[in-house]
T-cell receptor, first 116, second 114 residues
Framework: DAGVIQSPRHEVTEMGQEVTLRCKPI?????LFWYRQTMMRGLELLIY????????DSGMPEDRFSAKMPNASFSTLKIQPSEPRDSAVYFC??????????????FGPGTRLTVL | AQSVAQPEDQVNVAEGNPLTVKCTYS??????LFWYVQYPNRGLQFLLK??????LVKGSYGFEAEFNKSQTSFHLKKPSALVSDSALYFC????????????FGQGTTLQVKP
């Protein structure tokens, strides 16, 4: 079992550049979550999908952020244009049907983003 | 609104001693409660959860947690701490009437000293 796969693991970019983070959920999981972790704000849910459909994107900070899930095995989180305050660790998590109920979420290793 | 509080930023304990990491919550309806652990430069790992039933829940690595409805608490415990338990611990909650967000606490750093 490969677990949740995220790429890249580290990303350093300059302000104004487009950044794309990628996630492959665990096979068979129907729910996918994007989180952001910072020292100041802790762990924040940005968006979650169920069966590839965005259910709640109220945590997406602003229009510069967008997320897609074109199929059950792939999701992207894009930041355009990036800003230094976007520097954080971004986690993707997946879960079985009902992961937004009683089931467990399984986290990927995260992408550490640094925007200079 | 759902919320979860971890009142201690850090807990220090000597190896071999019992440990407790505190968590209190506020939700509408019955709570679903979770504990996750994060080791340095890693993602969160599931430890245990309470959905219903016995108030004492046993999880991975010898950890357990006790659900106390009257005190709205879900403290994480372990009878004998190991140095390898040193990590960041997150409590999380979701209300049974809600579909969606799992709300995480700010996290508690556990430091176990030899």
């Amino acid at each position: 079992d490969a677990g949740v796969i995220q790429s890249p693991r580290h990303e350093v970019t300059e302000m104004g550049q487009e950044v794309t983070l990628r996630c492959k959920p665990i096979s068979g999981h129907n729910s996918l979550f994007w989180y952001r972790q910072t020292m100041m704000r802790g762990l924040e849910l940005l968006i979650y999908f169920n069966n590839n459909v965005p259910i709640d994107d109220s945590g997406m900070p602003e229009d510069r952020f967008s997320a897609k899930m074109p199929n059950a095995s792939f999701s992207t989180l894009k930041i355009q244009p990036s800003e230094p305050r976007d520097s954080a660790v971004y986690f993707c998590a997946s879960g079985p049907q009902g992961a937004y109920g009683t089931d467990t979420q399984y986290f990927g290793p995260g992408t550490r983003l640094t925007v200079l | 609104a759902q919320s979860v509080a971890q009142p201690e930023d850090q807990v220090n304990v000597a190896e071999g001693n019992p440990l407790t990491v505190k968590c209190t919550y506020s939700v509408s309806g019955n709570p679903y409660l979770f504990w996750y652990v994060q080791y340095p430069n890693r993602g969160l790992q599931f430890l245990l959860k309470y959905i219903t039933g016995d108030n004492l829940v046993k999880g991975s690595y010898g950890f357990e947690a006790e659900f106390n409805k009257s005190q709205t608490s879900f403290h994480l415990k372990k009878p004998s701490a190991l140095v390898s338990d040193s990590a960041l611990y997150f409590c999380a909650v979701r209300g049974s009437g809600n579909t969606g967000k799992l709300i995480f606490g700010q996290g508690t750093t556990l430091q176990v000293k030899p």
